[in-house]
């Protein structure tokens, strides 16, 4: 049996989980309410303040679902109570970043501006003009939202100039070698 699949979900207070007809889980918490299908062939049950997920035989398309619903799940019971988010980092001179209302400025070394929309459920903070922080409640809408700023100026092996995420390490390379 999948070790991910059939370790239960805690439920914490605050979290209200229900499931619907055809599998759809419905999490409800204090930061926001995540609505999403899961597959028709796993089985998913409210016992106390754990959510249980177990699937039907052995066969390996329901193993492999097994672990994914359960890993879905989480993921929603963590991001309505917790909240997720990704930290960005900004490096090369002139490189920078600010707020401006609900929109996400850049200056990344183009002849323009970058300006990122503030999507509905998202949160983007700028602390410092080399550090962009995304945070929402979707573990899926955060990440693509973060790749798709570090998408803008991906970092390079060279002078390390770009976005990168914080925790992300660059391997350099050495440049050309003069005679």
Known sequence: MSRIGRAPITIPSGVNVT?????????????????QSMHPAMTLKVDGNQLLVTRPNDEKKNRELHGLTRALAANMVKGVSEGFKKELE???????AQKQGKQLVMNLGYSHNVVFDEPEGITIDVPAPNKIIVSGSDKQSVGQLAAVIRDKRPPEPYLGKGIKY??????????KTGK
């Open 19 to 35: 499931i619907g007809e055809g599998n759809l889980l419905t999490v409800k918490g204090p930061k926001a309410t995540l609505t």
């Open 90 to 96: 900004i490096n090369g001179v002139g490189y920078r």
């Open 166 to 175: 914080a925790d992300e390490r660059i391997r350099r390379k050495a440049g």
